[in-house]
């Protein structure tokens, strides 16, 4: 097994590419970020299937309301010059598409472990055509220009956003005493726009290592990370954490990866049904992405697994008792779509459920995590 998730791993940027070039050949019949045609309709999720590389819409904002059972939140959107001032800081709310990704400290994560105040960034898509659900609304009805995106494909802190792209910022002045930090953004070595201040607080840690640091310490021409709350409200921000070395980010990630592991180990790796052998009685799942890599190292042909009906906010019933066990008998690779771990099993459970049926979703536990009763909150039976 070990083997074949190498195998996969050293395949994922080549599929990738390979899917980006065949996206690339194909004549866009709809509106990106990256073209922003507005005679084309921004691209319309279909249900059951992974979304095209690049179809998603981006847009930032600061995190002021979350229920990260039901995987919903809202955020105060950033100000933008495509922007109105008359439309400056409105809410959207939106929820995780059910293969959506959530990232914090560079690691995989829960809605429930970022803290309100957090600025994000996010990857959306505009909403169903049949969701009637009344929009957010506030000063005179009015709504914000995103406010129809409220399917979130990716979420991520500050740290995460710029860790994926291989950015961290150059310190370039320390005001100690009227609390800012001048900064400018690197990549590969290289500026990238122009030098930006941001306001430091009496309350911003600072971390080197796994110990806490003085404002003091902050030396120009070191390159930093940052996480940052307050953003475009009084220019780009209030800074929250400072992490001023690698060994300090590394320690973030590691944790929150921890913290990640424990999580899906206790309530299965989520995926949706592709297919269904009614007569043979094997599932055919596809996981998502979004869960660390490590953790399909449990996923072992030939071993017991349990699966669980969930729904699309990935809450199941009562686990413990519900979920059907049965010998995993395939581990296959597919390929790598946005949304997609590019991990596909076949099982089959001892007895099939109403809730297996293609496009439906459930949450896998291999036979190792031990299977424990979720908090009375988490579990839709009894509601």
């Known amino acids: 097994m070990k083997r074949y998730l190498a195998t996969v791993g050293s395949l994922i940027g080549p599929l990738c590419l390979i899917a980006s070039a065949a996206i690339a050949d194909t004549p866009i019949a709809f509106r990106t970020d990256a073209d922003l045609d507005d005679k084309l309709p921004w691209f319309q999720l279909v249900k059951g299937e992974f979304p095209p590389a690049g179809s998603a819409h981006y847009f930032a904002g600061e995190l002021t309301k979350v229920d990260h059972l039901e995987r919903s939140f809202v955020l105060r959107v950033d100000r933008t010059d495509r922007q109105n001032r008359s439309h400056f800081d409105l809410p959207v709310a939106a929820k995780m598409l059910p293969f959506g990704s959530i990232y914090y400290h560079g690691a995989p994560a829960s809605l429930a472990d970022i803290p309100l105040g957090t600025h994000l960034h996010g990857l959306f898509y505009v909403k169903d055509p049949s969701?009637?659900?009344?929009?957010?609304?506030?000063?005179?009805?009015?709504?914000?220009?995103?406010?129809?995106?409220?399917?979130?494909f990716r979420i991520e802190d500050d740290f995460s956003f710029r860790e994926r792209q291989s950015q961290l910022w150059q310190v370039d002045e320390v005001n100690a005493e009227g609390k800012k930090l001048s900064v400018t953004l690197i990549e590969d070595g290289k500026a990238i726009g122009s030098p930006q201040s941001f306001d430091l607080t009496t309350t911003?840690?600072?971390?080197?290592?796994?110990?806490?640091?003085?404002?003091?310490?902050?030396?120009?021409?070191?390159?930093?990370?940052?996480?940052?709350?307050?953003?475009?409200?009084?220019?780009?921000?209030r800074i929250l954490e400072i992490w001023a070395d690698e060994d300090s980010r590394k320690a973030a990630s590691a944790y929150q990866k921890e913290k990640h592991q424990l999580y899906i180990r206790e309530r299965g790796i989520p995926g949706w049904i592709d297919a269904v052998d009614n007569q043979e009685r094997i599932l055919t799942i596809?996981?998502?992405?979004?869960?660390?890599?490590?953790?399909?190292?449990?996923?072992?042909?030939g071993d017991q697994a349990g699966v669980a009906v969930a729904t699309e906010s990935l809450l199941m019933f009562d686990p413990v008792n519900d979920r059907k066990r049965g010998p995993i008998l395939n581990v296959m690779q597919v390929p790598v779509q946005p949304g997609s771990s590019g991990v596909q099993i076949q099982v089959k459970p001892d007895l099939l459920l109403e809730g297996f049926r293609p496009?439906?979703?459930?949450?896998?536990?291999?036979?190792?995590?031990?299977?424990?009763?979720?908090?009375?909150?988490?579990?839709l039976f009894g509601r």
């Open 204 to 237: 911003t840690r600072i971390w080197r290592g796994r110990s806490l640091a003085s404002l003091d310490s902050l030396t120009p021409q070191e390159q930093i990370q940052f996480n940052i709350t307050w953003a475009t409200l009084y220019g780009p921000g």
């Open 286 to 301: 596809t996981f998502f992405a979004g869960v660390d890599w490590d953790l399909f190292g449990d996923v072992l042909e």
């Open 131 to 152: 969701d009637e659900t009344k929009p957010l609304e506030i000063f005179h009805n009015r709504r914000s220009y995103e406010v129809d995106f409220n399917r979130c």
């Open 359 to 379: 496009q439906r979703i459930v949450r896998v536990y291999p036979s190792r995590w031990p299977v424990v009763a979720l908090p009375r909150e988490e579990e």
